[in-house]
């Protein structure tokens, strides 16, 4: 079976401005920008035989105030922009209790069934909470960017930086190949 790295798209692959209480994500094409420095750290991945793979919540599709067309054009540039082998949304409000919707597993555990990957050798990078919490319940490893969205839920490493996370992951991996 496969390993995959999980990549939470806001923060991690694209800016977003801090609010109060939560990142601000952009809704607009003109908003979007992505990150080009997490590039090469991706490409670490992929060249070590990991499937990558980012997931992201957008409830603002179900919420009416983000154009479906506008994310997959927001998509398609994450795409292009960055090795990855597939990138699946949830559309849904977190009232809707949909099993997708992090930090719940959903698309965890599609993608694992999807693409033939064992989650237990599987990792998650994220700044947020929610995705901690789905990478434990599907038995992921948790490398979560140091941010004021990390919360107090069960997570595995905090690191400073996107590099820092790769070389953890990369070490990780190296660890239990020799056992």
């Not at 094409?29 to 499937?51: H, N, S, W």
């Not at 105030?65 to 997959?72: A, F, K, S």
């Not at 909470?129 to 960017?145: F, K, N, P, V």
């Not at 595995?156 to 953890?168: A, Q, T, W, Y």
Request: net charge neutral; hydrophobic share 40%.
């Amino acid at each position: 079976m496969k390993k995959a790295v999980f990549i939470e798209r806001d923060g991690i692959l694209n800016e977003v401005q801090t609010g109060p209480k939560n990142q601000i994500i952009p809704l607009t094409l003109e908003e979007f920008k992505v990150k080009k420095e997490a590039d090469p750290a991706l490409r670490k991945l992929k060249q070590a035989g990991f499937v990558l793979i980012v997931t992201t919540n957008q409830p603002g599709l179900s919420r009416g105030y983000l154009n479906r067309r506008e994310l997959d054009r927001m998509h398609d540039i994450v795409r292009r922009s960055f090795a990855i082998d597939d990138l699946m949304v949830c559309p849904h409000d977190e009232s809707d209790h949909c099993p997708c919707h992090k930090p719940r597993p959903g698309l965890f555990i599609e993608a694992a069934f999807k693409w033939h990957l064992n989650l237990d050798h599987s990792f998650v990078i994220s700044d947020k909470w929610q995705d901690a919490e789905a990478a434990r319940t599907a038995g992921c490893t948790s490398l979560l960017l140091d941010s004021p969205w990390i919360g107090n839920v069960h997570h595995d490493f905090v690191m400073k930086d996107l590099g820092s996370i790769v070389e953890k992951i990369l070490s990780l991996k190296n660890q239990v190949e020799c056992v």
